[in-house]
């Protein structure tokens, strides 16, 4: 809803209308139940480009109507794309923490978490020292025959003598942080610093983010989970999600590299093993399928003009979007780096409590966006006159 409010009062301010288009993957009532039936990336802009028709017709808009598409995270991906692919549509794009450049093993992100704690922190060496320490016991304890200890400890539903539920139970844990880190103040739980603090004092760390009773680390539970395709399954969302990554971007976010603050646990074989589980995708095929993916869109200098980039240094998907100005010939990438904010921060509504860096970067997107209506605008009273 903060983000629908943001876009909302820059609409109003600028005297436009506003058009929100939900990924219809993602959307209960169009769950597609067969991977043959799956969304192919192409498809899903042509699907904007129908819904670009659509809402042209349904209000008797025209060529007169000018259109700048917004999207923050994989829908900024989508916006940059949108753009990229049909020009003659929309005439600029807003893409915030938009990963545009797939990416297999995405081990950059877990060690861009080092470099984003040691940002908001003056005590980052204590606490990630802490983070490694606290991962590293529980592996101890894992490996050593504890498990039963470890259930307790963290509140498990199952005891995790498996290795895959023991892979779940990392997983479940490294997500806190992974989630603090990419959202910081924006977050629903609690910044970096108040996730330190925790960290540093030695307080309990695990704290369940739903009401059930307790956490379930049952690899077998969530594979079933993940293979249910009926409409009314919880994890459909997840499926298509996993689908995605298996198609076309990878971003398994492994920690195999010896910088990275959590378990060794979480490997690509280990993220990748559900491809060919789920949807008999080889592991094999996927270094090809994200190579195709990028010369399809161009990874990090995707082939997009008149589309504005916006990052936070505070963000491990900066890693995979694009944070430097770029002209060459006829394309065009410009760019904002909000330096202190996370991931989608620029999204958000506004509050009192905003960096400075922040609103100056929302003022940015703004002008940004008004010099693109007013060119817009010249351009037809020029076409007009001849």
């Known amino acids: 809803m903060r983000f629908f409010l943001k876009f909302l009062c820059l609409n109003v301010l600028l005297r ?3 058009m929100e288009w939900e990924h219809n993957i993602f959307v209960r009532r169009f769950f597609c139940p067969s991977p043959k039936n799956q969304t192919h990336k192409a498809m899903r802009l042509a699907d904007l480009a129908v819904f670009h028709q659509y809402i042209s017709q349904s209000f008797n808009l025209s060529h007169r109507n000018t259109w700048i598409s917004f999207g923050g995270s994989y829908s900024g991906a989508l916006s940059a794309w949108f ?13 915030s923490s938009a990963p545009v450049k797939a990416k297999l093993d995405f081990s950059a992100y ?4 080092n ?3 040691k940002f908001t922190l003056i005590f980052f060496l204590q606490c990630l020292a802490v983070v490694q320490e606290a991962f590293a016991a529980v592996e ?3 490996m050593g025959g504890n498990v039963s200890q470890v259930a307790v400890d963290f509140g498990c539903c199952q005891i995790p003598k498996d290795p895959d539920d023991q ?29 330190c603090g925790l960290m540093t004092n030695k307080s309990e760390i695990y704290r369940s983010t739903s009401e059930e009773p ?17 409409l009314h399954s919880s994890r459909r969302a997840a499926r298509q999600w996993t689908y995605q990554t298996c198609t076309e971007f990878g971003f398994y976010q492994t920690c195999e590299d010896a910088t990275c603050p959590f378990s060794g646990m979480l490997t ?5 093993q559900l491809c060919p589980l789920l949807f008999g995708i080889s592991q094999h095929s996927l270094p090809a399928r994200i190579t195709f993916t990028n010369t399809y869109y161009g990874g990090d200098k995707p082939h997009t003009y008149r589309v504005l980039y916006v990052n936070g240094g505070i963000d491990p998907w900066q890693e995979l979007s694009v944070v430097q100005d770029r002209t060459e010939e006829e394309e065009e990438a410009q760019t904002i780096f909000i330096e202190d904010t996370a991931h989608c921060a620029d999204m958000t509504s506004r509050r009192v409590t905003d960096r400075r860096s922040l609103k100056k970067a929302r003022k940015e997107i703004e002008n940004h966006v008004a010099r693109w209506l007013k060119t817009a605008a010249q351009e037809k009273m020029e076409k007009r006159g001849v």
């Open 140 to 142: 101890v304890a894992l």
């Open 16 to 18: 436009c209308s506003l």
């Open 167 to 195: 892979i779940e139970l990392m997983q479940n844990l490294a997500d806190i942080f992974m989630g603090t880190v990419q959202y910081n103040e924006e977050g629903v739980l609690m910044s970096i610093n108040e996730l």
């Open 268 to 272: 690509l074989q280990v993220d990748t």
């Open 83 to 95: 753009r990229g692919k049909f020009p003659h549509l929309v005439y600029g794009a807003v893409a």
């Open 214 to 230: 307790c956490l379930d680390i049952s690899h077998e539970k969530a594979v079933k989970d993940l293979m249910d395709t009926s």
């Open 110 to 113: 877990n060690n861009a978490l």
């Open 115 to 117: 470099s984003c704690v």
